[in-house]
């Protein structure tokens, strides 16, 4: 099946640092990504779904300045924390969209811990 | 608006106790519904994909079916390694986002 991969799977960092997490689909191409974040106990809430070559489209009550989205290329998205506080703590998982079946394959998640 | 309700909350089962999860769900011309197994710490891992009412999808201990209004995942004689949140995701159209629900924490005990 279609592969999703992040990077990093975790990361510790200072509160005022800024954070890039990568998310890259290995197999196909994905014009449409979607980022997503995951508190403990709770389902999955979209941030912002991203599309290559255009701005991404942020959720209601999502700071678009805080959350920087990428989309640069049909195989790579990037969401950078910037500025992060503690609670910005949380798991944040990516999903690609295939554009030739419209499925959505998952990333495995990014663990942040802000100190 | 879009809604995914999913029941029970929590369920725990023992070691060969079959039971089903509830997904119900209210949306504006349902393209696809989603089952998603996502265990602690890693991103969801695709189940299945149901499409219209009646369609129904195995897969090993797992069974899938659809209504007009809910969806139910079955699992027959289930191991401890099924234990996991069960996830179910609702997408309204093409190019649509997933709508997911609260998940299911299913615990199955040797």
């Known amino acids: 099946g279609a592969v999703v991969s992040q990077h990093p799977s975790w990361v510790i960092c200072k509160s005022g640092t800024s954070v890039k997490i990568e998310c890259r689909s290995l197999?196909?191409?994905?014009?449409?990504m979607f980022w997503y974040r995951q508190f403990p106990k709770q389902s999955l809430m979209l941030m912002a779904t991203?599309?290559?070559?255009?701005?991404?489209?942020?959720e209601q009550g999502v700071e678009k300045d805080k959350f920087l989205i990428n989309h640069a290329s049909l195989t790579l998205s990037t969401l950078t924390v910037t500025s992060a506080h503690p609670e910005d703590s949380s798991f944040y998982i990516c999903s690609a969209r295939d554009e030739s079946t419209y499925e959505q394959y998952f990333g495995p998640g990014t663990r942040l811990t802000v100190t | 608006e879009d809604q995914v309700t999913q029941s029970p909350e929590a369920l725990r089962l023992q070691e060969g106790e079959s039971s089903s999860l509830n997904c119900s769900y209210t949306v504006s011309g349902l393209r696809g519904l989603f089952w998603y197994r996502q265990d602690p710490g890693k991103g969801p891992e695709f189940l299945f994909t149901l499409y219209s009412a009646g369609e129904e999808k195995e897969k090993e201990r797992l069974k899938a079916t659809l209504t007009k209004k809910e969806s139910f995942l079955h699992i027959t004689a289930p191991k401890p390694e099924d234990s996991a949140t069960y996830l179910c995701?609702?997408?309204?159209?093409?190019?649509?986002?997933?709508?997911f629900g609260p998940g299911t924490r299913l615990s199955v005990l040797p």
């Open positions: 197999d196909f191409q994905a014009t449409t």
């Open positions: 995701a609702v997408q309204a159209g093409y190019g649509q986002n997933f709508v």
């Open positions: 991203s599309n290559e070559g255009s701005k991404a489209t942020y």
